[in-house]
């Protein structure tokens, strides 16, 4: 179905980033080495120990989400009554990790998960993690990135219709128009 427009040469797509190339290679290749340790196991201890490790692993890793979710809800409530911004880190995000690898079946996603339950490693990647993201901000307003991203999704999506309009207000704050103009006609093509 041609609809008669020539849309021009086609835009050159972007290269793909090593993260969106590797990532499914790299779940792939964790998934496989997850069932062969677990089969390695069961073979040597039997499969009712590997149950038995599958299941300490869930009951562990919500556990382990429970408690830090509750001392996150605790942090937060105990900063909105002191009239406060809530503190940054405390190690909650980073021990709900934790409890979620160890409640993923696997025991490599078990070490993972009980590496970052410990203090000093949840010190260091909380460190890089929160160092990484202000340098990702910071190149992108820098670059202007951000902004440019809503303005080209705005106007320049491929085959979609650019409509023009305003926001009108119905609050009775200054700028609502809504009263003086009456209904709105319907978006015709």
Do not use: C
């Amino acid at each position: 179905m041609t609809t008669g427009v020539d849309p021009g040469p086609h835009p050159v797509r972007p290269r793909r980033s090593r993260l969106r190339t590797f990532l499914p290679l790299g779940i792939a290749a964790w998934l496989v080495l997850e069932i062969w340790l677990l089969t390695v196991v069961a073979g040597a201890a039997g499969g009712l120990t590997v149950f038995l490790l599958l299941v300490a692993g869930l009951l562990l890793g919500s556990l382990v989400i429970k408690r830090a979710g509750r001392r996150a809800f605790r942090n937060l409530n105990e900063a909105l009554q002191r009239g406060t911004a809530p503190t940054r880190g405390g190690g909650n995000g980073l021990m709900m990790l934790g409890g979620l690898l160890l409640m993923l079946p696997g025991l490599i996603s078990d070490a993972f998960g009980l590496l970052l339950l410990l203090p000093p490693v949840q010190k260091a990647v909380g460190g890089y993690a929160e160092r990484t993201v202000d340098r990702k901000l910071r190149e992108a307003t820098a670059e202007g990135a951000l902004g440019d991203a809503f303005q080209q999704a705005r106007m320049y999506r491929p085959g979609g219709k650019v409509v023009q309009g305003e926001v009108i207000r119905e609050d009775g704050r200054p700028g609502d128009t809504s009263r003086e103009t009456g209904p709105r006609p319907p978006l015709t093509s």
